[in-house]
């Protein structure tokens, strides 16, 4: 197994650019979330997908669109960026979204924009 | 609104010596809380979790965690430390019965021979 598995481990942009950020989980899991981590603010959840079908919005949405293309594989999108969006992007799936299910994550994106 | 508090940014131990990471929350009922580790270039690894029950938990790595409701703490350690521990360490909290994890702003561990 895999695990949580991320494309690309690094991406450098310029202003105004547009990625799309690709995550696939292979553990059969419900639930998939996009964070960033910036230094000193830990992560910040940005989208989440409860399941199949269904996404909703974190704590720093605004920039970014998601989608959850099947049960395996949830992108999140960035359509003109701009440097405050210069993080880690760490996607992470779990069983479900009840609180005692651990989040597995994968290694994460470092994004540059410049 | 739960928030969790990470005291210190960075600790620096020797090997072999023991290691205490701190961690309080704030929330209003007995929340779920978390230690997850990142290890350089990687994602985050839970450690350990407590939900109910005894208060302290094992976890991986030969880590252990105390929760004291009276101190809304949730400290972490270990005996002895190895250099392998070298690595950030974050809390975090879950409240509402569903996944609306806080994550505190994580404690970097340093560990000198």
């Known amino acids: 197994n895999a695990g949580v598995t991320q494309t690309p481990k690094f991406q450098v942009l310029k202003t105004g650019q547009s990625m799309t950020l690709q995550c696939a989980q292979d553990?059969?899991?419900?639930?998939m979330y996009w964070y960033r981590q910036d230094p000193g603010m830990g992560l910040r959840l940005i989208y989440y997908?409860?399941?199949?079908?269904?996404?909703d919005k974190g704590e720093v949405p605004n920039g970014y669109n998601v989608s959850r293309l099947n049960k395996r594989e949830f992108s999140l999108r960035l359509e003109s960026a701009a440097p405050s969006q210069t993080s880690v992007y760490f996607c992470?799936?779990?069983?479900?979204?009840?609180?005692?299910?651990?989040?597995?994550f994968g290694p994460g994106t470092r994004l540059t924009v410049l | 609104a739960q928030s969790v508090t990470q005291p210190d940014i960075h600790i620096t131990v020797s090997e072999g010596a023991s290691l205490e990471l701190r961690c309080n929350y704030s929330?209003?009922?007995?929340?779920?809380l978390f230690w997850y580790v990142q290890s350089p270039g990687q994602g985050l690894q839970l450690l350990l979790k407590?939900?109910?029950?005894?208060?302290l938990v094992q976890g991986i790595k030969g880590f252990e965690a105390e929760f004291k409701r009276s101190q809304s703490s949730f400290n972490l350690r270990k005996p002895s430390v190895h250099w392998s521990d070298a690595a950030e360490y974050f809390c975090?909290?879950?409240?509402?019965?569903?996944?609306?994890?806080?994550f505190g702003t994580g404690t970097k561990l340093q560990v000198i021979p």
């Open positions: 992470a799936s779990s069983e479900s979204l009840a609180a005692y299910n651990e989040q597995f």
């Open positions: 975090a909290v879950v409240s509402g019965g569903y996944q609306k994890v806080t």
């Open positions: 929330y209003g009922a007995t929340p779920y």
């Open positions: 407590y939900f109910s029950g005894d208060t």
């Open positions: 997908s409860a399941s199949e079908g269904t996404t």
């Open positions: 553990m059969n899991h419900n639930s």
